[in-house]
């Protein structure tokens, strides 16, 4: 095949002739987005520049035309009567000063009476009470700065007013300062001094738009608040902007607000100028351009050639290859030297070992497939529920066993929603987050199913998770085992530990009744027969029989099983109102309350009965171990993710020995206590999932702790 023939050498070649192209072609294009932007930056620099120097001299002279108005306002002179003294202060503030041209002095009716120089003497005795800026200085008292006026010198002019005032604060006469905005050269130095570029220019306009200064003399007091420039400025904006001029052309101008005198400054560029270098280098880009293309092209010719012929060989015989013919070889004299000739060994190379491959492949295949089925078979034949879930809690692997619990195909639940299945029948709350919540070493929980018969089965499930490379958990693996007799058998063995304890407490409860009852029938016989009035029998009597009472209430409330009815509650104020109910018998024995708590306590969730009657339990006791007064300290916070509560009393205190077996039956630190008491709150502190411990010191108090869980939002 001719190398012009040949599909890879076109490819090669255009490839590289697109790639030049599309090189040269973003060249265009960032210079052309680039570039203008570049220019008119650049111009924006010098415009800006130009207006804020200005600004800036603008405000050096009007301060120093301001200072002047202050010194003449003070200058005593013009209160005199001595006219010739006064004119001669007059021509003297017109010389002195660089920035004022002439000056008139009105009398408080308007009347001209000195002026100065002689081109003004026909304004001699001239009323020119309508003039605003004698107006405005009459009126405020107050040195008055004018717009651009047309005086009758026809002269455009800028008046600063300067009313002279008596001791009394009255007007005596306006002194009127004019700057000739043509003619003062310091003036038009400002604009004078500022070059932009070849065409550029700046203007100053006053706060009715009227042109101060410009370039071309005879614009000074044009009017030219039709410019959208010159009413931005008007609106005291100041800013950068693309304008068109009154003549069709365009330009860039910035333009800057001037506060203290209300007047605006303009410096324009038209856009030919700043986009001119652009449009050079554009011309010079186009012919670099078209030459190097041409270059590039000829040298991408004869790359291509060289690589095309050895490329078509390894083509030729790597097609045989893909339809399976891997006797094939390049023979050892067709190899050239060079890149080419070491991918033709390694071609050579890669066939051997494809050969070899293919055998092993098959080989390895033959033996995973062995390993699949028999995992498989393992997974199956277990009897625990083995199943797995990805991140879209879809089943990923599903045994026979558990397939069985819902009454499905292992086959049919692959891709399915594990909510599609109501299995679980505790709370959903076990598996939000559990992707987010499971450590690498995973978790093991218990929890109730019901299988497709709808019998309850208690599973014991352990949740290990799969993560990828970065850690990340992306499946889950659990492994149920049904522990339902397990349960059953810790259930008969709680019942048989429950009837323990009340042939316990039956047996103690004789015990307790018998001597009180045996005293009873003795003392009501005596009674009866001998002394039926006698007071001491009756005491007895009645001692005996409240202390029976109290020990069959007692055992009452412990052998009757109590229904829990589980609420919210607000813990401090559940303990307030017990501490209320107990302060009686509190104030009696000069016991006193004193609560320590944090703000914005969490609730938890309980039995309000059952609590109050552990509170008034504990309660009871540290005021009866403070027979000579005290205080029970009351304390409520929050503590590692539970909220405790402290009932510390400053009673005797309790022995180590006793402590130690404080909540078993019978067994009570008082002398005639039954020791039920504090064994019925064991078990309901129990039953709420809190944990209660005591502490105590002999001579210094006793201390109950109880740590209950937190409901969580």
Not at 243 to 261: C, D, H, M, Q, R
Not at 634 to 652: F, P, S, V
Request: hydrophobic residues 40%; glycine residues 6%.
């Amino acid at each position: 095949m001719k190398w012009f023939k040949s599909h890879t050498f076109w490819k090669i070649f255009t490839i590289n002739v697109l790639l030049i192209c599309t090189v040269l072609t973003l060249m265009f294009i960032v210079s052309r987005v680039m570039l203008p932007n570049i220019s008119q930056d650049q111009y924006r620099q010098v415009t800006d520049k130009t207006v804020k120097r200005m600004k800036e001299q603008i405000n050096v002279v009007i301060k120093d035309i301001w200072s002047l108005g202050d010194e003449v306002q003070q200058d005593p002179i013009f209160l005199s009567d001595d006219e010739q003294e006064i004119d001669e202060e007059l021509q003297k503030i017109v010389n002195i000063s660089s920035y004022i041209d002439s000056g008139t002095i009105f009398n408080v009716k308007g009347y001209v009476e000195h002026y100065y120089p002689n081109d003004l003497k026909n304004m001699k005795h001239v009323n020119l009470s309508k003039r605003k800026y004698f107006q405005e200085a009459l009126r405020t008292k107050k040195i008055y700065l004018s717009d651009v006026v047309s005086a009758d010198t026809k002269h455009y002019i800028v008046v600063m007013a300067i009313p002279i005032l008596d001791g009394q604060q009255n007007v005596k006469k306006v002194v009127n300062l004019a700057l000739r905005i043509e003619e003062n050269k310091s003036f038009q130095s400002i604009f004078q001094t500022f070059d932009i570029g070849e065409n550029g220019y700046t203007f100053i306009v006053d706060r009715n738009g009227r042109i101060i200064s410009h370039p071309e003399k005879q614009r000074i007091g044009e009017n030219a608040k039709k410019n959208e420039i010159v009413q931005k400025t008007m609106n005291h904006k100041s800013g950068y902007q693309r304008v068109v001029n009154t003549e069709g052309k365009y330009f860039f101008a910035s333009f800057e607000y001037i506060p203290v005198l209300d007047w605006g400054i303009v410096a324009e560029l038209p856009v030919e100028e700043i986009y001119r270098p652009y449009e050079m280098f554009e011309k010079t880009l186009w012919i670099v351009s078209g030459v190097t293309i041409l270059l590039l092209s000829f040298f991408t010719a004869l790359y291509a050639r060289q690589i095309v012929n050895p490329i078509h060989k390894l083509y030729e015989l790597a097609g045989q290859v893909a339809r399976g013919n891997f006797n094939q070889k390049i023979p050892e004299r067709e190899i050239e030297r060079g890149e080419i000739g070491i991918l033709s060994k390694q071609f050579n190379e890669m066939i051997s070992y494809i050969r070899h491959s293919k055998a092993n492949l098959q080989q390895k295949e033959n033996q995973l497939q062995e390993q699949k089925t028999f995992l498989r078979q393992v997974i199956d034949i277990n009897p625990s529920y083995i199943y797995a879930i990805n991140q879209k809690r879809e089943f990923i692997l599903v045994n026979e066993s558990f397939a069985m619990l819902l009454g499905e195909k292992s086959d049919d639940l692959i891709g399915q929603s594990i909510d599609k299945y109501q299995f679980n029948l505790q709370s959903d709350l076990l598996y939000k987050g559990e992707f987010s919540n499971c450590t690498q070493k995973g978790m093991v929980l218990e929890e109730q199913f019901k299988d497709s018969k709808g019998n309850r089965r208690w599973v014991e499930t352990a949740k290990l998770p799969i993560m990828n490379e970065k850690q990340e958990v992306i499946q889950m693996l659990c492994v149920s085992t049904d522990i339902t007799e397990r349960k059953k058998a810790e259930e008969k063995l709680r019942t048989s530990e429950k009837l323990a304890v009340v042939g316990e407490l039956a047996a103690g409860v004789a015990h307790e009744i018998k001597n009180p009852l045996t005293s009873l029938k003795g003392f009501v016989h005596l009674l009866k027969e001998q002394h039926p009035k006698d007071a001491l029998y009756i005491d007895i009597m009645e001692t005996e029989l409240e202390r029976m009472n109290g020990i069959v209430e007692e055992f009452l409330m412990l052998g009757k099983p109590q229904v829990m009815k589980v609420e919210s509650l607000n813990m401090q104020a559940l303990v307030q109102e017990v501490c209320s109910l107990l302060e009686p018998e509190a104030v009696e024995k000069e016991v006193a309350f004193i609560f320590e708590r944090d703000d914005q306590l969490p609730k938890v969730h309980g039995d309000k009965n059952q609590l109050k009657q552990v509170f008034i339990n504990i309660i009871k006791n540290s005021i009866e171990a403070m027979p000579e007064g005290g205080a029970i300290h009351i304390t409520i916070k929050i503590k590692e993710n539970h909220l405790w509560l402290q009932l510390a009393d400053e009673g005797q205190g309790i022995p180590p020995e006793r402590l130690a077996k404080i909540g078993e039956p019978f067994y009570s630190t008082k002398e005639k206590g039954t020791g039920l008491g504090l064994m019925v709150s064991y078990r309901i502190i129990k039953a709420h999932h809190a944990q209660m411990t005591f502490s105590s010191q002999l001579d210094k108090g006793t201390s109950v702790d109880i740590l209950f869980p937190i409901i969580k939002k």
